[in-house]
């Protein structure tokens, strides 16, 4: 596997569900990022990892719950989400903070 | 707040048709400024990153230009791969304690044959 993956590519959840996205990045980066992408919108950033720190969180509602094991893995945990919620949810990585991103696949979410 | 809106929203070109991509921008210090090129359902792709006023990057048919307020993206005889929403961020400088890039709506790009 080489640059940024995404697991999984499509998920299809209930409000009720719990599910869990993740992202691996091989490029030996520093920083890791989550971003929602909905229809129409410019790409919000939701969290920020620098180091395995967050270092940012751009008001995210509690029902979206990042972790990060080490520098090359990154989850974003889901309970009760609402349809609105429903979008393509990318993951980047740069070497620095202040460095380009490389983004992976993203996943495809759907909520019912 | 930075701010970054691209024109036109969406682009329709013939195949060999040259043309320009829009990102003006407001942001109180710029770091720097990133073109990007997205294909439905995947994940946006590298292309340029841009640092001061009057640099410029190539890469085939694509030519980035920056100014103070704006970057052009251009095309130069483009062909139906080229189609794609192209995106446009800014990250401010260390200076300004903010980090992250700030993206604008896209240019969705189609080249027909």
């Known amino acids: 596997e080489t640059g940024v993956t995404q697991t999984p590519r499509h998920l299809v959840m209930g409000m009720t569900n719990k599910k869990s996205l993740k992202c691996e990045q091989h490029l030996g980066h520093n920083a890791m990022y989550w971003y929602k992408q909905s229809a129409k919108k410019p790409l919000e950033l939701m969290f920020v990892?620098?180091?395995?720190?967050?270092?940012e969180n751009n008001s995210v509602p509690s029902r979206f719950s990042p972790e990060c094991p080490n520098s090359s893995h990154l989850f974003l945990h889901l309970h009760t989400l609402q349809p609105e919620d429903s979008a393509l949810y990318l993951c980047?990585?740069?070497?620095?903070?202040?460095?380009?991103?490389?983004f992976g696949p993203g996943t495809r979410l759907l909520v019912l | 707040e930075d701010q970054v809106t691209q024109s036109p929203e969406a682009l329709r070109l013939q195949e060999g048709e040259s043309s320009s991509l829009n990102c003006s921008y407001t942001v109180s210090g710029l770091r720097g400024l990133f073109w990007y090129r997205q294909d439905p359902g995947k994940g946006p792709e590298f292309l340029f990153t841009?640092?001061?006023a009057g640099e410029e990057k190539e890469k085939e048919r694509l030519k980035a230009t920056l100014t103070k307020k704006e970057s052009f993206l251009h095309i130069t005889a483009p062909k139906p791969e080229d189609s794609a929403t192209y995106l446009c961020?800014?990250?401010?400088?260390?200076?300004?304690?903010?980090?992250?890039?700030?993206f604008g709506s896209g240019t969705r790009l189609q080249v027909q044959p």
């Open positions: 990892y620098n180091f395995k720190e967050q270092t």
């Open positions: 961020a800014v990250q401010p400088n260390m200076d300004t304690g903010r980090r992250a890039l700030t």
């Open positions: 841009l640092y001061s």
């Open positions: 980047a990585s740069s070497p620095g903070q202040q460095e380009t991103q490389y």
